[in-house]
Structure formats: C-alpha cells, structure tokens
C-alpha cells in the first residue's frame, strides 16, 4: 500500500474510533460552592428570629417552595427552612444538602452516565434557577442548584456572608467515598475525631473551590439511617452547616452586644482541628457553627491536605 493510501487509511480509522472526551464521558461542570442547607422547623416565626435577628441572614421568598423561606448569607448561598411536614414525628430536621452548578443540564448527564439515579428532567423556579436532586447512598438528599441570571439584593452582612460547609450523619465511609470523591470528585481536606486514632469526622473540599462537606460518622458501616438509641439533640449537633467568619471572638462581641445569644450556651473555644469556632443551635436543634478560615496551630489527628477559605 502506498504512503498516500496508508494515510488515507488512517485519516478514516480516525473518524471512526471515538474522541477521547466522548469515550469518558461527558465533563463534570465546575463544583466549586456549597448552596444551601434545607432543614425542617416546627415554629417557623421562631426560626425566622434566629436566622434574622441573630445571624443577620436575609429572609426571601422561597421559589423552590412557596410554604417555605430562604435565609440569604450571599446571593448564591442560604438556609432554607421549611415547615415541618404535618403528622411528622421523626427527629430528622436535615431535608437536603445543595451545591451551586453553573450548568445544572450538563450536571444531570454527567451523573447518569456514572450510574447514578436522576429525574427525569431539570425543575425550574419563578426566578429562573434550575435545579434536580439526587440521593446520595445512604439516602441523604443532594440538589445540584443553578442560581438564576439574576440574583437576590442581599447587603454583606456583618457576622458572615460564606457558608463555607455543611455536614450530615454517615455510617459507611466507603460507601459515600464513591459517590462524594469517585464521582464528584471531592478531595481531602482533614479529618478527625473525639480520639486521635479513630477519625469520625471526615472533611472532603470541592473540587474546583474551597467549601466542603464534613462526614459525621456514627454507628457501624453495616447500617443506614438516624441510630435508635440517637437524641434529637445529638442529631441537630451532627447534621450541621458552618458560617466562616475572620475572627469567632470578634463575632462573639458581636452577637453579645447586639442582645443575639439568647437561650444560647456556648461561648468561643478552639476546636480538634485547631481553629477558633463558636457553636449555636436554632430553635429545632440544627447547629449553627461560627468558624474561623484558619488554624491557629497544629490541629489534631491529621494535618490540612488542602488550602483554606480565605473569606
């Protein structure tokens, strides 16, 4: 065969055999930030003073629920709380956990061709965001959230404007490993625990930004679900979100004079992972967690594999 035929040959081999990118699949769009937090509130005029009055969120009509409301840090990231279902006596008040994507199509296709479970199509809310929700493999709920083009007025607020992380309980670290780091792609920040060689909470970051999710391990790899011998305190103590602030005390001070740490206990202290934190709890028990970006010393149990938020 001549050199013109070899090449010829070659040049229709090539436009038979895929590309490399649609041999892999399609590409994961950028995760780079947590959204929001959903929880369950059996007084919601007492969980609007929390969030309000206390932690200077702004409260905005929900969109993605109308009997809800949405407690802005930022215009890409809040609380959502929605009334607790009637008849409900679970002590569960963790409803879902969400990050922002910036191309909620793309996110959908991309976790169904790596197996996992999607509806059948995107929702869409008055104001143009988009979102779909997914169960993660012990069953927490997931929402991938497309903020609208056009976002919510919400003014700095002076305690925090960065929800920088959230987590929830899990019993099977392996389990959830290939969903949250096979298929997200989220890394090792640190990990850590009560006791220096059994780490129980596990802090994976985003992909493409500095947000993470914590891991909260409880019971045995074996079993699912809120364990049976579990008070509604401990699981408003687990499942959690966190507010990063440059400095806990400074925030302290804040909150403190501006008559905002009622029917709160805590005050200011260093955590394992060595960063200053302040730990408060709405009226349903969900924790409320003021951290510091930074470590001030070595931290427990593991060292940062990754880098800090910086605001």
Same mark, same amino acid.
């Given at each position: 065969?001549?050199?013109?035929?070899?090449?010829?040959?070659?040049?229709?081999? %090539?436009?038979?055999?895929?590309?490399?990118?649609?041999?892999?699949?399609?590409?994961?769009? /950028?995760?780079?930030? !947590?959204?929001?937090? %959903?929880?369950?509130?059996?007084?919601?005029?007492?969980?609007?003073?929390?969030?309000?009055?206390?932690?200077? %969120?702004?409260?905005?009509?929900? *969109?993605?629920?109308?009997?809800?409301?949405? =407690? =802005?840090?930022?215009?890409?990231?809040?609380?959502? !709380?929605?009334?607790?279902? %009637?008849?409900?006596?679970?002590?569960?008040?963790?409803?879902? $956990?969400?990050?922002?994507?910036?191309?909620?199509?793309?996110?959908?296709?991309?976790?169904? #061709?790596?197996?996992?479970?999607? /509806?059948?199509?995107?929702?869409? #809310?008055?104001?143009?965001?988009?979102?779909?929700?997914?169960?993660?493999?012990?069953?927490?709920?997931? &929402?991938?959230?497309?903020?609208?083009?056009?976002? *919510?007025?919400?003014?700095?607020?002076?305690?925090?404007?960065?929800?920088?992380?959230?987590? @929830?309980?899990?019993?099977?670290?392996?389990?959830?490993?290939? @969903? =949250?780091?096979?298929?997200?792609?989220?890394?090792?920040? +640190?990990?850590?625990?009560?006791?220096?060689?059994?780490?129980?909470?596990?802090?994976?970051?985003? /992909?493409?930004?500095?947000?993470?999710?914590?891991?909260? !391990?409880?019971?045995?790899?074996?079993?699912?679900?809120?364990?049976?011998?579990?008070?509604?305190?401990?699981?408003?103590?687990?499942?959690? @979100?966190?507010?990063? $602030?440059?400095?806990?005390?400074?925030?302290?001070?804040?909150?403190?004079?501006?008559?905002?740490?009622?029917?709160?206990? &805590?005050?200011?202290?260093?955590?394992?992972?060595?960063? +200053?934190?302040?730990?408060?709890?709405?009226?349903?028990?969900?924790?409320?967690?003021?951290?510091?970006?930074?470590?001030?010393?070595?931290?427990?149990?593991?060292?940062?594999?990754? *880098?800090?938020?910086?605001?």
């Amino acid at each position: 065969m001549s050199r013109r035929s070899l090449a010829c040959a070659g040049v229709a081999l %090539a436009m038979l055999l895929p590309t490399a990118s649609s041999a892999q699949g399609p590409a994961r769009p /950028p995760l780079a930030s !947590v959204s929001h937090i %959903a929880v369950y509130a059996a007084d919601p005029a007492k969980s609007e003073r929390f969030y309000v009055h206390d932690l200077g %969120a702004v409260k905005q009509p929900d *969109p993605e629920q109308s009997s809800g409301a949405r =407690y =802005y840090f930022s215009p890409t990231q809040f609380v959502e !709380v929605l009334p607790l279902p %009637a008849g409900d006596h679970s002590i569960n008040r963790l409803a879902h $956990v969400a990050f922002n994507t910036a191309n909620a199509a793309q996110m959908r296709t991309y976790l169904a #061709a790596h197996g996992v479970t999607v /509806p059948a199509a995107l929702s869409t #809310a008055p104001d143009g965001s988009r979102w779909f929700s997914v169960t993660d493999p012990e069953g927490t709920v997931v &929402q991938f959230m497309q903020p609208p083009a056009k976002l *919510p007025t919400v003014p700095v607020n002076p305690l925090s404007s960065h929800i920088m992380h959230f987590g @929830f309980i899990v019993h099977n670290r392996a389990n959830e490993d290939r @969903f =949250y780091k096979g298929v997200l792609g989220l890394k090792p920040y +640190w990990e850590g625990g009560m006791k220096e060689d059994h780490p129980t909470w596990i802090s994976l970051q985003l /992909p493409d930004g500095r947000d993470w999710i914590e891991y909260m !391990v409880v019971g045995t790899p074996d079993t699912k679900g809120i364990p049976a011998d579990m008070s509604a305190a401990n699981l408003g103590v687990l499942n959690h @979100f966190a507010l990063g $602030v440059p400095d806990t005390r400074t925030a302290y001070t804040l909150l403190w004079n501006g008559d905002r740490l009622q029917g709160q206990d &805590q005050v200011p202290k260093i955590g394992r992972d060595a960063k +200053w934190q302040l730990n408060l709890l709405d009226p349903d028990g969900t924790r409320a967690e003021l951290m510091e970006f930074h470590a001030i010393g070595k931290p427990c149990c593991s060292p940062f594999a990754a *880098p800090d938020p910086e605001k």
